[in-house]
């Protein structure tokens, strides 16, 4: 059985930082890509940032919203997949899920439970 | 980035009944197209994937049509357990959703 269980999330305010960690089970990590996407208050569903595996030599991409701001990497000896995120903004208030896809043009076939972000002073 | 336009954002229907949800595409998405639901407090669950596939154990009321720009999500024979968001997404490109479908009861 795949799971994924998102954790490092809460409260912080603008400007400050949070890791959000995503350990995994139950398929074969080291080839998937893992994915992160958020999902604001509004229910708006938003793609944030890919890392594919060893052998695409751990290419990675963002949405060009987040980039310089947020950094995705992987372990793939913990089957984990984190996000960092800096200079974080109000409106990146979210809930974040991790999902893996396992080729190019995939769907997302799995979701964790997901871990809620809220930015506010 | 592809603009996923997804129609209606709300829909109030009878059990029974026939559901259709829309999704049209910036550009052509060549069939790489997914719909999830979603329940309250829950994360979304693969529905349908490459425009018409039914992802294991989906019940077969659902069923997913169109090619190019265009796509629909159809839900035959409405259930209560039915009730849910629905989004759209595709990833012919760097993946982006429609903003969603709020399925309720009348």
């Known amino acids: 059985e795949v799971q994924l269980v998102e954790t490092g999330g809460g409260l912080v305010q603008p400007g400050n930082s949070l890791k959000l960690s995503c350990a995994t089970s139950g398929f074969t990590f080291s080839t998937a890509w893992m994915n992160w996407i958020r999902q604001t208050p509004g229910k708006r569903l938003e793609w944030l940032a890919q890392?594919?595996?060893?052998?695409?030599?751990?290419?990675?991409s963002y949405l060009e919203s987040v980039k310089g701001r947020f950094t995705i990497s992987r372990d793939d000896s913990k089957s984990s997949v984190y996000l960092q995120m800096n200079n974080l903004k109000e409106e990146d208030t979210a809930i974040y899920y991790c999902?893996?896809?396992?080729?190019?043009?995939?769907?997302?076939?799995?979701w964790g439970q997901g871990v809620m972000v809220t930015v506010s002073s | 980035d592809i603009r996923m336009t997804q129609s209606p954002a709300s829909l109030s229907a009878s059990l029974g009944e026939t559901v259709n949800i829309e999704c049209l595409a910036s550009?052509?998405?060549?069939?790489?197209l997914a719909w999830y639901q979603q329940k309250p407090g829950k994360s979304p669950q693969l529905l349908i994937y490459n425009a018409n596939s039914l992802q294991n154990g989906v019940p077969s009321r659902f069923s997913g049509s169109g090619s190019g720009t265009q796509y629909s999500l159809k839900i035959n024979s409405l259930q209560s357990e039915d009730v849910a968001t629905y989004f759209c997404q595709q990833y012919n490109n760097y993946p982006t959703f429609g903003g969603g479908t709020k399925l309720e009861l009348k």
């Open positions: 890392i594919e595996d060893k052998s695409n030599n751990y290419f990675i």
């Open positions: 550009e052509d998405i060549y069939s790489d």
């Open positions: 999902t893996p896809k396992f080729y190019y043009s995939a769907p997302f076939d799995y």
